[in-house]
Nanobody
Framework: QVQLVESGGGLVQPGGSLRLSCAAS????????MSWYRRTPGKERELVAA???????NYADSVKGRFTISRDNAKNTVYLHMNSLKPDDTAVYYC?????????WGQGTQVTVSS
């Protein structure tokens, strides 16, 4: 059974940091491209960061220099390190796994940036 379980969200003040985790199971994690998306009410889900099975990364312009995506294939986990958080980063963050026609999403974790 394929599962993606996000954790690490919460309330943080502007300028603060959080680390999101996405624990994967039910598939061969190291062979899949992984990514983080986010969605705010009234907006479409947007790509935040992605990491390929070969560990190549790319980022949305809005988070470049502040967020870092990484993966630990031994732990079947992908991370999103978020620094210098802004109120505009407030959203539900989702983990996604893709390989060919395989496409799976986690349930999401809420991140709220507010003073």
């Amino acid at each position: 059974q394929v599962q993606l379980v996000e954790s690490g969200g919460g309330l943080v003040q502007p300028g603060g940091s959080l680390r999101l985790s996405c624990a994967a199971s039910g598939f061969r994690f190291s062979m899949y491209d992984m990514s983080w998306y986010r969605r705010t009410p009234g907006k479409e889900r947007e790509l935040v960061a992605a990491i390929t099975s070969g560990s190549n990364t790319n980022y949305a312009d809005s988070v470049k220099g502040r967020f870092t995506i990484s993966r630990d294939n031994a732990k079947n986990t992908v991370y999103l390190h978020m620094n210098s958080l802004k109120p505009d980063d407030t959203a539900v963050y989702y983990c996604r796994a893709v390989r060919g026609v395989f496409d799976s999403w986690g349930q999401g974790t809420q991140v709220t940036v507010s003073s």
